[in-house]
């Protein structure tokens, strides 16, 4: 069993359409990580969590620290949201910089 | 500021042959990783540095070598590249401590090699 599972692995929706992708861990964490990698292959550090939620623009981010989940919301998607959105947990044993990602979630916004 | 950049964009490699990638960032930061994303897999540490001098292994570091002479470079050496190494590589960096209350990373655009 994979350390980071991420939910769904592929998702397609309709411009508009409220997103939500999920990310459950198994470990204890530091801090959880979103991260959008573009078609063309470039990454993006979206947010860093490690209690509560954040927002930028119409991407919310939240996490449970008790239930080892957090969840990344798309409000109002368009179609320049397609990408792949990754999730990385800083385990608390492993060392300080040794991120563990998730295999990402596929999204495609159709117009 | 250009941010994080890598050389080459492309490289195929026969089997035994050695390169170096080459990763640079401008943005003063201190730590540097190097990361591999393979086909329907999520990314792997390979290496990572918390400063000029200093490095340390991650995840996946067998086949590969670092070195960080300098805070701007951070190169990944491949030596005796096998079909395994197939791969896209991906160097990051950010000025502190990527944990809670710290820093993001900022990733360069990626190197894809195929080795064959």
């Known amino acids: 069993k994979n350390e980071v599972e991420q939910s769904p692995q592929n998702l397609t929706a309709q411009e508009g359409e409220f997103i939500t992708i999920n990310c459950s861990y198994s470990?204890?964490?530091?801090?959880l990580h979103w991260l959008q990698q573009h078609p063309g292959g470039g990454i993006v550090s979206l947010f860093m969590l490690s209690s509560g939620k954040k927002k930028h623009g119409r991407l919310i981010a939240t996490i449970n620290i008790q239930e080892k989940h957090s969840s990344l919301h798309i409000t109002a998607s368009h179609p320049r949201d397609s990408a792949v959105y990754i999730c990385?947990?800083?385990?608390?044993?492993?060392?300080?910089?040794?991120?563990?990602f998730g295999q990402g979630t596929r999204l495609t916004i159709n117009p | 500021n250009a941010g994080v950049t890598q050389t080459p964009k492309f490289r195929i490699l026969k089997i035994g042959q050695s390169m170096t990638l080459q990763c640079t960032q401008d943005m003063n930061h201190n730590y540097m990783y190097w990361y591999r994303q393979d086909p329907g897999m999520g990314l792997k540490l390979i290496y990572y540095?918390?400063?000029?001098?200093?490095?340390d292994k991650g995840e996946v570091p067998n086949g590969y070598n670092v070195s960080r002479s300098t805070t701007e470079d951070f190169p990944l050496r491949l030596e005796l590249a096998a079909p395994s190494q197939t791969s896209v590589y991906f160097c990051?960096?950010?000025?502190?401590?990527?944990?809670?209350?710290?820093?993001?990373?900022?990733f360069g655009p990626g190197t894809r090699l195929l080795v064959l």
């Open positions: 990385a947990v800083l385990p608390r044993l492993q060392g300080a910089q040794k991120l563990v």
């Open positions: 540095s918390v400063g000029a001098g200093i490095t």
């Open positions: 470990v204890g964490i530091s801090a």
């Open positions: 990051a960096s950010s000025y502190a401590y990527i944990g809670a209350g710290g820093e993001t990373q900022y």
